[in-house]
């Protein structure tokens, strides 16, 4: 057998009998098939001559080869079929499915090569983009992340709690648990920290962070995986699934700064690829009469803080002083106010009043202090 198209076909089979298997349960059967997967997929593409005419077959079955090495656990392997991939001529969606195929092995890598496995009170947060140089991380992105991190908890906290859903700020001295961190190990081209779940005086107790922590990422799983209907099935109260949603949206890779969000648990590990971008923000709308007078809108200003006579409304103010009113829900609270008095891109539908939020987004280039609020 020494035909491309015959090797990949091979491969293609070999790969959807290991699903089978693995479904089955049949793990190390699984582990075979999907090995002799990837040898036929790698042979197959070491036969495409390595140029322009022969993309994008040669592209696609670089990055299928080396997608089949990344479910074998052939790390080497699958970084230098991605790097062969590349040397060619990729589409920009080849491309960008190679870069993210590149930072799910350097996360499994640094997995595997942890001395000391987590504990079931820890989560850790491992971070890889332009941002990230020889182990450190600029401080403003790993803030970024680390605050609605942090939020993240104290809320699913309250929710496994059965607790009403409130603004963070109301019930800090009912969160039975505090974040303590420890720096993680760290290379070239990744940054890590460690959270570590303590118990506070209320709470002496640590029977209950784990589920905690299984929750964050089964529900960041979820979003990854555009499985948003799933995420509301899990987390019926609006206003919980407003917050785990806008508050992984911060969380996630900007496709700039930061290219990859890796979360871990003793359990669980999640691999975050999809771009904040890519989440969007759910608005309830009971109006649904009126949501067709909207409009796309896409607007850049300073953030200023909520109307004290309608606090679901916040302002913006834009570089020729106009003013604008942002509706922000239920559950949006805590992922606002990080942005106050910043220059921010805000993208949402337009009423010809209000602006009803889908997107917000720093912006690098400008910093502008707003003034009174409207």
Known sequence: MNNVSELHNQAMKLSQRAMVARHNGEQARAKTLSHEAFEYESQAASLIPDEKASEPTR?????????????????????????????GYPSERIYQALNKLSHQIDFASYLQTQQAKLEETELNLFLQGKAVTSGTVIYEEFIKRLTPLNVLIEKTTQRLLGIDYQKTGTMQNDNPFIPALSLSSTDNNHFSITLKLVATSENTSTQDIAPVIDEILIGINLINDFKEIDLKERIKTPGYYQNFLALVHDIAPDGNQIHFVGLSSSKKNVSLTRLSTEIELYFNDKFSDFAVKRKPIKIEGVLNYADSIKPKLVGLITQNSGHYKIVVEEGLDDYVKFYFGRWVTVQGDFDGNFIYLKDLQAMRSQRLIASSAF
């Open 59 to 87: 592209s696609v079955i670089y990055c299928s080869a080396a997608s089949l090495a990344y479910e074998c656990q052939e790390w080497k392997a699958a970084k230098m079929l991605i790097n062969k991939a590349l040397s």
